[in-house]
Antibody, heavy 115, light 107 residues
Framework: EPQLVESGGGLVHPGGSLRLSCAAS????????MIWVRQAPGKGLEWVSIIYGDGYTYYANSVKGRFTISRHNSENTLYLQMNSLRAEDTAVYYC?????????WGQGTLVTVSS | DIQMTQSPSTLSASVGDRVTITCRASQSIGSWLAWYQQKPGKAPNLLMY???SLESGVPSRFSGSGFGTEFTLTISSLQPDDFATYYC?????????FGQGTKLEIK
């Protein structure tokens, strides 16, 4: 059964950087569409970014130019490099699998941006 | 970006009730819509996709309908496990935006 496990969250100062990881098992990351979705405390879901099997990427306007989605094929792991972090980036970050509907999700990792 | 608007934001109901949640898109998305259920502290769980297709393992009391800009999720007879927050998501155009959520509470 497909499994996703996020890690790398934590407390970071405004303007800082953080890299999130999403370790996959039961399927191959490089052959699938992989997504990052975030959820600010007490708020709704926000779609962040996608990476295709061929490497094509797309970002929400709110993170474009600051976040980079990537993957490490041999480690079967998805990443989200987050730079120039702002208070409004504080959220639980989920990785998920799927180009359209998202049937497999990780448990999430909390990122807190605060001074 | 396509805006997704759910109504109501909060819904109070009792076990056994039939409830309907509405999701409206700011432009036509065809049938490219999914519904998710989320419980506190947990990741969302896919219920429906392509507006009216039931995800494997989801109880048949859940159903979805709609096309274009207006969609509904119906729970035919509420069970205690159904009290949660529900989100719609369009996947017609990037970014694949979500509705703001509907919290289903016990009356």
């Amino acid at each position: 059964e497909p499994q996703l496990v996020e890690s790398g969250g934590g407390l970071v100062h405004p303007g800082g950087s953080l890299r999130l990881s999403c370790a996959a098992s039961g399927f191959t990351v490089s052959s699938n569409y992989m997504i990052w979705v975030r959820q600010a405390p007490g708020k709704g879901l926000e779609w962040v970014s996608i990476i295709y099997g061929d490497g094509y990427t797309y970002y929400a306007n709110s993170v474009k130019g600051r976040f980079t989605i990537s993957r490490h094929n041999s480690e079967n792991t998805l990443y989200l490099q987050m730079n120039s972090l702002r208070a409004e980036d504080t959220a639980v970050y989920y990785c998920a699998r799927g180009r359209r509907m998202l049937a497999n999700w990780g448990q999430g990792t909390l990122v807190t941006v605060s001074s | 970006d396509i805006q997704m608007t759910q109504s109501p934001s909060t819904l109070s109901a009792s076990v056994g009730d039939r409830v309907t949640i509405t999701c409206r898109a700011s432009q036509s998305i065809g049938s490219w819509l999914a519904w998710y259920q989320q419980k506190p502290g947990k990741a969302p769980n896919l219920l429906m996709y392509d507006a009216s297709s039931l995800e494997s393992g989801v109880p048949s009391r859940f159903s979805g309908s709609g096309f274009g800009t207006e969609f509904t999720l119906t729970i035919s007879s509420l069970q205690p496990d159904d009290f949660a927050t529900y989100y719609c998501q369009q996947y017609s155009l990037y970014p694949h935006t979500f509705g703001q959520g509907t919290k289903l509470e016990i009356k």
